[in-house]
């Protein structure tokens, strides 16, 4: 593989040739090469570039950009176009096209305009993906490919009859008899009893917007569904066809989909399109949140817990816009390359800017790329250079994996469930911010770390601590992997309203937590929200006060084990227990009743003891990012600040600066935006 080869960093960019004169081919080339971009992403918007009419290809137009491409070192991303099927498609085949819930076709002239599930465009996108890798295939200049573009992107929920007719295609695999279907959904509730398959549709409108439940969680597992056979349709296609050495990715990562599963069935590596800049759009601007563009260190994260080597296919490089809607400032000075060392601190090693040139025409004409529309030479094209520049200095830490001791373990049946359900939701939607915010601003790196059906208890021993905030839905498999985790000698922490659901999403008929009792030596007696005019509630551990938020479960030591750590002081919940943790094996599992905010998880990690585990190295502000990554028996650790201003860094050991290759101690200035890397052994 020519990319993440653990031998350097790439840069490259996002090229259409089909928006300029060919004239201009051949000089753009050389001035990226020159700039230090060595790799372009082409041909994801361009079915009617090879497709012109049905059943006509014509790939002279490729050919030619791939003939100047090959008059140079420069390498190709090359991209199935499935992510705009074209006008003659959509007019003679309507029954491809998304479809609301309520009913709305949405016509030509956006873009992902399509379903998943009619068979017909599945049988034309199977063609231009087969009639594109055979053609261009073996081009030498191709080293890898994209698989449509941001799948799930824009609208990730699909209501069309194929649709329809697919979800029972689904249910039918899944549960085989209406009569399981019924007891997995409670249809006897409001007498929703199926009595035949096509009784069954996608959710439709229904007062309040509220269906089954149980039905739309398998809906959202549906799209997940889908979608991924969609990827897997493509990549099985290209790998018959492209160079055995060749890649295959998507660039993502969106909603209503298993990120890990596609990944695995499908492609080599996870890509991410890092748009921070969406935190300082004019419009729904933030003063208040003190996270802004840092907040992508957080989908980072995800995407490493996908492919701990990763590549960025779009960073942003210039201001975001609409003409409908989107509009945000053009990154600052320094701002483009923080970015871009954001992304890599996280485990990217190929960074690729969203866009070259920025497109004169259509709805981005104002999402700004490289260059401005003239073309001409402009300080973002500067920074990339320099970007280049500093990157050559620092090839050795290409192939190092991101380093953590902590980890929040996901899992999709529990995202989705929470997405839907406003419960389970509002827990954990607060905790999942908080707990972010707190290892951010404590400088603590942290791993997402999903509940996979690969994921094994040796795996999670690596981490020393791992929050489960929410465990609402959980199975005897799952739940063993954590008891295994915890009598391994792991430290375990879930939050209020665990255990309660089981895989479809039903109340089980249990004490609290359920299957998470015996690890958690927790009963849960009584819970609540926190009533709206309770005013604040608050925990005492141990002399410690925390904030409960949303929720508070009333707890009670089911075990000899059993410890109660804090307990409310605040309404009728004063003298219950808040906190209680059970030595369970080696290790030792804590029931929180209720969500996290940032004071209480920072609290949590100060007393796990997993809090700055670097500040005998080196103490910064909060408003800095400290991320490192290890290979061999060197740490690298990226110190970024998102502020304007200037900081001062103290370093309390030598440490080498990589880029200068110098050792460093004491103060230092980091510059507003200011990125250093240090080598510590
Ligand atoms: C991405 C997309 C690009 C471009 C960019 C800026 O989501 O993949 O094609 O639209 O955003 O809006």
């Not at 816009?321 to 600052?332: L, V």
């Not at 980890?407 to 406003?422: E, H, K, R, S």
């Not at 981490?463 to 799952?478: D, G, M, S």
């Not at 938020?549 to 808040?578: M, N």
């Amino acid at each position: 593989m020519e990319l993440l080869n653990g031998e350097r960093f790439v840069l490259g960019t996002c090229y259409y040739p089909e928006h300029w004169k060919e004239e201009l081919w051949k000089e753009d080339i050389r001035r990226m090469l020159d700039t230090g971009i060595e790799v372009i992403r082409v041909a994801e918007f361009a079915w009617s570039k090879i497709e012109p009419t049905e059943g006509t290809f014509t790939y002279e137009f490729f050919d030619r950009f791939l003939d100047v491409v090959e008059e140079t070192d420069m390498k190709v991303i090359f991209c199935t176009p499935t992510a705009t099927p074209p006008a003659w498609l959509t007019e003679k085949y309507p029954e491809v096209l998304n479809v609301s819930k309520e009913g709305v076709v949405y016509r030509h002239g956006q873009r992902r305009h399509y379903n998943y599930n009619a068979p017909i465009y599945q049988e034309l996108s199977a063609r231009i993906t087969e009639k594109s890798a055979s053609h261009y295939g073996g081009r030498k200049c191709i080293i890898g490919w994209q698989i449509d573009n941001e799948i799930n992107c824009e609208k990730n929920e699909f209501y069309s009859e194929s649709d329809t007719i697919a979800f029972r295609k689904f249910l039918q695999d899944k549960y085989g008899t209406l009569e399981r279907l019924n007891e997995a959904w409670g249809t006897v509730f409001w007498n929703q009893t199926y009595t035949a398959w096509e009784e069954i549709y996608v959710p439709r409108p229904t007062y309040g917007d509220s269906t089954n439940p149980h039905e739309v969680l398998d809906y959202t597992r549906f799209i997940s569904a889908s979608a991924r056979g969609f990827a897997k349709l493509q990549s099985d296609i290209l790998r018959k066809y492209i160079k055995p050495e060749d890649f295959i990715t998507t660039n993502g990562i969106f909603g209503n989909l298993d990120n890990h599963a596609m990944t695995k069935e499908s492609l080599d590596f996870m890509t991410y399109d890092s748009y921070p800049n969406f935190a300082y759009m004019m419009k729904a601007y933030d003063e208040a949140d003190a996270m802004k563009d840092r907040k992508w260190s957080r989908n980072l994260a995800e995407v490493r817990s996908v492919s701990p080597i990763f590549g960025i296919m779009e960073q942003q490089s210039g201001a975001n816009g609409w003409n409908t809607g989107m509009a945000a400032p053009t990154p600052r000075p320094g701002q483009l390359t923080l970015w871009t060392m954001q992304s890599i601190a996280h485990g990217a090693d190929f960074v690729s800017y969203f866009r070259w040139r920025t497109c004169t025409f259509g709805t981005e004409m104002y999402w700004h790329g490289i260059l401005d529309y003239s073309g001409r030479d402009n300080r973002r094209i500067q920074e990339v250079k320099q970007v280049y520049e500093k990157l050559q200095n620092m090839k050795e830490i290409s192939g190092s994996l991101y380093e953590a001791e902590v980890g929040v373990l996901c899992d999709y049946d529990n995202i989705w469930d929470a997405n839907l359900d406003v419960w389970h939701g509002s827990v954990e939607k607060v905790s999942k911010k908080a707990l972010f915010a707190a290892m951010q601003h404590s400088h603590t790196p942290f791993d997402y770390v999903y509940l996979t059906e690969e994921q094994t208890a040796e795996n999670l021993g690596k981490y020393k601590v791992l929050f489960y905030p929410h465990a609402t839905l959980i199975n005897e498999e799952r739940a063993d992997l954590l008891k295994k985790y915890v009598a391994d000698g792991g430290i375990l922490v879930v939050g209020c309203r665990s255990g309660y659901k089981d895989m479809n999403g039903k109340c089980v008929m249990d004490y609290l937590p359920g299957l998470l009792a015996e690890v958690t030596g927790t009963d849960i007696p009584e819970y609540s929200f926190i009533a709206p005019d309770a005013g604040e509630v608050y925990v005492d551990w141990d002399g410690t006060k925390m904030k409960a938020q949303v929720f508070a479960d009333l707890l009670e030591p089911l075990s000899k084990d059993a410890k109660i750590e804090a307990t409310y002081v605040s309404d009728y919940y004063a003298g219950s227990a808040a906190l209680i943790s059970n030595s369970y094996g080696s290790g030792k599992a804590y029931y929180y009743g209720s969500a996290f905010d940032e004071e209480s998880a920072g609290i949590f990690l100060q007393k796990l003891g997993v809090a700055r585990p670097y500040q005998e190295i080196v103490t910064l502000p909060e408003v800095c990012e400290v991320s490192v990554r290890k290979k061999g028996d060197r740490k690298y650790m990226f110190l970024l600040n998102y502020s304007k201003e200037a900081v001062t860094v103290e370093f309390k050991k030598e440490v080498v600066d990589v880029e200068s290759g110098q050792a460093v101690s004491g103060k230092k200035i980091l510059d507003g935006y200011g990125v250093m890397v240090v080598c510590v052994r």
